[in-house]
């Protein structure tokens, strides 16, 4: 059977303890009549249970609990000013290792350079012309 939908609110509310006393009667006495509003109150303290149950479980590091911490107060101030953890992680991940990265490859490019470019003259089409002079007079 399905629940009475004038009657689900009274269910949400009952199975969070929260019914008001007025409605708490009325209430009652359709759980008693309805099988339909029963089981459905049977599954919302079902599923209330296991939720708490698991809350209860879960447990954070000590620095979780501090991020966490930081960011409630955070959107509770509305504050997005301050220096936290989390800015400082982001602004590594976003900004210093983009520049780092690009950094080291400029250096192996820079070195891969140098090591194909002519050590002996500055200008390597002005060497190579010199080399060329130097052997034909030589030959001749």
């Known amino acids: 059977m399905k629940p009475c939908s004038e009657y689900m609110e009274l269910a949400y509310l009952e199975v969070l303890g929260e019914i008001p006393p007025d409605k708490e009667e009325e209430w009652e006495y359709h759980v008693s009549r309805c099988a339909g509003c029963r089981a ?54 976003k900004i210093l290792l983009p520049v780092a990265a690009a950094a080291c490859l400029f250096v192996v490019s820079f070195i891969g350079f140098r090591q194909w470019w002519p050590r002996n003259s500055a200008n390597p089409v002005v060497a190579q012309s010199a080399r060329s002079t130097q052997k034909a007079g030589i030959e001749e």
């Open 40 to 93: 459905h109150r049977e599954q919302l303290q079902t599923l209330v249970r296991l939720g708490r149950d698991e809350l209860a479980k879960a447990t954070l590091s000590p620095f979780e609990a501090t991020v966490l911490r930081q960011r409630i107060n955070a959107a509770i101030s509305g504050d997005k000013g301050k220096f936290s953890l989390q800015k400082l992680a982001l602004w590594r991940r």
